[in-house]
């Protein structure tokens, strides 16, 4: 019984954990996306965490993907590896996508 116990308490906590995670990689895209684009209102955040692995999909309306991308790709490396090195102070593989609005 105690085991049974322990046990779903250490989940509770991981389960908790794993929300805060969320909660603050939110935050950061949240505040990279205020100051990229023009329409922040209309941005949209999904994050996933599998595992060892937190996927962020970022879509933003169409005419805002290339202040998103920015020239030759160098926004879109600078947000990958902001949220790498998040992803690393937690174990995890950051895996971010950047796109248009999802239908």
Known sequence: MIEFVSDALKLLERNMLDDEIVSKAESII??????????????????????????IR???????????IGRGGRNATAIRAILGAFGARYKLKSIVEINEDYD
């Open 58 to 68: 970022i879509a933003v309306e169409r005419s805002e993907t290339g202040k998103m």
């Open 30 to 55: 949240k505040s990279i996306i205020d100051a990229l684009v023009d329409r922040p209102d209309l941005a949209s955040i999904r994050i996933e965490k599998a595992s060892s692995i937190l996927l």
